[in-house]
């Protein structure tokens, strides 16, 4: 995903996983996280995350990895 100032994502890529997944991307880009970027400059973030969903209507859990796990975007 790709942070914006104020905590907006801007953009969110479907690395890979099922392919039911893909169309919660949406829900994903209307989150708000707390980012350390400045509100005043063009700054960006890159993190990456999974969303884990569970059967049963118990909702799903998305979670970034640290920014030391990680190693590439695909």
Same mark, same amino acid.
């Given at each position: 995903? *790709?942070? %914006?100032?104020?905590?907006?994502?801007? &953009?969110?890529?479907?690395?890979?996983? %099922?392919?039911?997944?893909?169309?919660?991307? #949406?829900?994903? %880009?209307? *989150? #708000?996280? #707390? %980012?350390?970027?400045? &509100? &005043?400059?063009?700054?960006? /973030? +890159?993190?990456?995350?999974? /969303? +884990?969903?569970?059967?049963?209507?118990?909702?799903?859990?998305?979670?970034?990895?640290? +920014?030391?796990?990680?190693?590439?975007?695909?």
């Amino acid at each position: 995903m *790709l942070l %914006a100032p104020g905590g907006r994502v801007e &953009d969110v890529r479907f690395i890979g996983g %099922a392919e039911h997944v893909r169309s919660l991307s #949406k829900v994903v %880009a209307s *989150l #708000k996280f #707390k %980012a350390p970027l400045p &509100d &005043d400059g063009p700054v960006k /973030l +890159v993190r990456r995350g999974v /969303l +884990v969903c569970t059967g049963g209507n118990l909702g799903c859990d998305f979670t970034l990895f640290t +920014v030391d796990s990680v190693h590439s975007t695909e």
